[in-house]
């Protein structure tokens, strides 16, 4: 008896003071947490930032109905972050915020640190330096509940079943299990799949899969949403599919990341970009503006018959089914249509040459 | 609810689910069964387990000393005039074996065995009967009947221990609690703590391989992951106990009857107490550890070659249980029972057949404390580092570098 009542003293003491230290732990880390907000939050330049509330979307498209309710502005503020891994900087110095309702994407080639970029932003791996803020705040528990992620390495519990697997994954998002089930029927609805519900994750389709890992990164009424190579081996259905959710988020007002090494993916999708290579920022703005800054300043003319000696003309390339005229420096594209309309040529294409954005990658890093 | 206690639940409901989890939880109870219902057949269809039972043993005495003390230990012995007629009965049945004593006995005591059975030694108790015949002839009519008994049995050894400390005769034991109870609490306890460990490198593997870890860890920390698991398995781990535990119990209640031994069959409250202690540090102390090796597997056969080797130690007491039932109190089983990686395993052997000083008792659950800590500091550095390591698995250096540098 003498001996029980020692072991369950001692036993007592050590749980006492184990917990006893794990509370100071957490006490200091929150002392931290909350001097880096007072201290850091005037070194984020927020300057750029929308201030507006969600947008306001014409349309009412099916998964916004799904997901609904009220969309915050949504921020993420990403300042000079960098992360080594065994003294190889894979991320250097890297900025950027995100605006509510817009889908930023995040380019680069294979390896340039896309992931890792967005498992910092995830507070999977923690940056070496930088600061990171989503929602207006330093990423905590509650944060990750309001950020729905796919990542590029994903599965799903194969033995589990398809409400199962969304059930539980909404769970902990912190989703009462009522809801998340009442969620996970009306997203397989919206996807067609509610006849596969009861069926195990290991007996749908590598695209059924996919599916169910895309509703799973919004089951939870995410307001911001992470997408890493999110087409990566999807079929055309599958993937127009995906493509018009993301646009029917984006519109219902929630912040989209894509990352993508894919360019045609983000000329079509995004608003803004950061393009990266090797880890630092090659690019980063208005993906029209870009666009405009780095166009050729020349145009794709196609017409009925030859023609030569415009003004403001420097250079024609012809490319047979078409020509190429090149401008001189501060000349207006209007006047060499007007000139051509003026002698009688009927001009069946007239545009404004811009580069791809694939063009402006391999532009760029050459430089 | 906190995201810790869903991943537990969830763990807890995935595990006891699992069919080689309730095969396993019911093998025990069932090979209990078994074990008595072929006992209880031995018991019914015959055999050596009855004393009341009488069995006929033939003779065939050349020397004509042999004739009184024929009624033996439950068996009847019937002399025969030649080995032909005594060869005759044993082939119909009417007798179970018979002996040959020469003419020649006294010169060097040897005698001939006839027996139909495929025996790898020879029947302990019928030897030991056939002696007894032979020595009471031999002795008859020259001592009395009283001194060829003591002859025939010199010693009767009445065994007492005496507490080391206060001098107190301590209650006997049985051979069934002496030996049985040690190796069977050992392995019951074994098995659950390495299966339930074995389940949890299991579920990270599996969601390794399975690329669930991402996510998971985009809604939880990876503390928050490692603890909801070792708690949810853990929970399904003491229940598999607890129900080996009442089972054993039952069951021994029940087979009593006509298996004396189980009748010892007590589980000192002692027991039960540091059991379900040991079973929390034991398990926490191989689940993290696994759990850590189990993350930086590529894939879940890869892990589970991997744990193999932390989970050898463990079995150390039982590989000694040869030495341990001779000499419980040496030395090494000190060691043992202070040694993290053994101690589980050997506090519940040398529970099950005594007591343990109280300061090798609070020491050894300190040190397991201490080691508990230290394994979750550590293994915490190396699941966050390597659960997103896919395809290689880290070497040495690697694994180092990051115990180092966290």
Request: glycine share 8%; hydrophobic share 45%; proline share 3%.
């Amino acid at each position: 008896m003498d001996i029980l009542i020692f072991i369950i003293l001692a036993v007592t003491i050590i749980s006492a003071m184990v917990l006893r230290a794990f509370t100071r732990q957490r006490q200091n880390r929150r002392k931290q947490e909350d001097e880096v907000e007072v201290n850091d939050i005037s070194s984020l330049d927020t300057s750029s930032l929308s201030t507006g509330g969600a947008i306001a979307h014409e349309h009412s498209m099916e998964f916004s109905d799904v997901i609904s309710g009220g969309v915050e502005n949504v921020t993420v503020e990403v300042a000079n972050i960098s992360k080594s891994f065994g003294g190889r900087e894979v991320v250097h110095d890297l900025s950027f915020v995100l605006k509510a309702g817009e889908v930023f994407g995040l380019v680069g080639p294979n390896g340039a640190g896309k992931s890792t970029t967005l498992r910092m932003l995830m507070d999977i791996i923690r940056p070496d330096c930088g600061e990171i803020r989503v929602f207006g705040e330093s990423l905590r528990e509650e944060t990750k509940n309001r950020i729905g992620y796919l990542p590029e390495e994903r599965g799903l519990y194969k033995k589990m079943r398809v409400t199962d697997s969304l059930v539980y994954l909404a769970r902990l998002k912190n989703v009462d299990t009522s809801i998340a089930k009442e969620r996970a029927e009306e997203l397989l609805k919206q996807v067609d799949m509610l006849a596969h519900k009861e069926k195990k994750v290991s007996e749908l389709s590598r695209g059924m899969g996919q599916i169910i890992q895309f509703l799973v990164t919004i089951a939870h009424n995410p307001s911001l949403i992470v997408l890493d190579e999110p087409f990566g081996g999807l079929d055309p259905v599958n993937r127009m599919l995906i493509k018009d959710a993301v646009l029917d988020l984006k519109r219902s007002g929630r912040a989209i990341i894509l990352s993508t090494h894919i360019m045609n993916e983000v000329e079509e999708m995004c608003d803004r970009i950061l393009m990266i290579d090797k880890g630092c920022a090659v690019l980063y703005g208005d993906l029209s503006e870009i666009k405009w800054r780095y166009r050729n300043n020349s145009l794709i003319v196609s017409a009925d018959q030859d023609f030569s000696q415009i003004e403001g003309v420097i250079k024609k390339v012809d490319h047979g089914r078409y020509s190429e005229l090149f401008l001189g420096e501060g000349v207006d594209p209007q006047q060499v249509l007007v000139q051509l309309i003026g002698r009688g040529v009927r001009v069946d294409r007239f545009e404004i040459s811009t580069p791809s954005l694939n063009d402006i990658f391999i532009r760029l890093v050459k430089r | 609810m906190s995201k810790t206690w869903i991943i537990a639940r969830h763990e807890f409901t995935i595990t006891i689910r699992r069919l080689s989890y309730i095969l396993l939880t019911l093998s025990f109870p069932l090979l209990s069964v078994m074990g008595i219902v072929i006992y209880g057949g031995v018991y019914l269809l015959g055999g050596e387990i009855s004393p009341d039972e009488k069995r006929n043993i033939g003779y065939v005495d050349n020397t004509g000393m042999f004739v009184d003390y024929t009624e033996m230990g439950g068996m009847v012995l019937i002399a025969y005039n030649t080995s032909g007629e005594a060869k005759s009965e044993l082939l119909i049945g009417n007798i179970s074996e018979f002996y040959v004593i020469p003419q020649d006995y006294m010169e060097n005591g040897r005698v001939s065995r006839y027996t139909t059975k495929r025996e790898i030694e020879l029947p302990a108790s019928t030897i030991a009967v056939i002696e007894d015949f032979l020595i009471a002839n031999l002795l008859s009519d020259k001592v009395t009947d009283e001194y060829i008994v003591r002859v025939a049995s010199p010693l009767n050894t009445v065994n007492f221990r005496l507490d080391s400390e206060t001098g107190e005769v301590l209650p006997r034991e049985s051979l069934f609690r002496v030996l049985g109870m040690p190796y069977i609490f050992a392995i019951m306890f074994m098995m659950s703590l390495l299966v339930t460990s074995g389940f949890l490198i299991q579920g990270v593997s599996e969601e390794k391989e399975n690329r669930l870890m991402e996510i998971l860890l985009s809604s939880v920390s990876a503390r928050q992951l490692l603890t909801g698991k070792v708690i949810g398995l853990g929970a399904a781990g003491l229940l598999q106990i607890m129900f080996w535990f009442i089972s054993a119990l039952v069951l021994a209640a029940v087979a009593s009857v006509y298996i004396a031994p189980l009748a010892d069959l007590t589980i000192p409250a002692g027991l039960v107490v540091f059991g379900i202690i040991y079973f929390v540090l034991g398990y926490l102390l191989f689940g993290i550890l696994l759990a850590a090796v189990g993350a930086m597997g590529a894939t879940v056969r890869e892990s589970s070659q991997l744990t193999t080797i932390i989970s050898l130690p463990a079995v150390l007491p039982i590989i000694l249980i040869g030495l341990f039932m001779s000499n419980p109190d040496h030395i090494v089983f000190t060691i043992l029972t202070l040694f993290p990686v053994t101690s589980p395993v050997m506090v519940v052997m040398r529970l099950s057949v005594g007591t343990i000083p109280i300061w090798e008792l609070g020491l050894s659950v300190f040190i397991m404390g201490a080691s508990v800590l230290a394994v979750m500091w550590l293994a915490g550095r190396a699941f966050r580092t390597f659960i997103l390591m896919y395809g290689k698995r880290p070497g040495f250096r690697e694994v180092w570098r990051c115990l180092r540098q966290g």
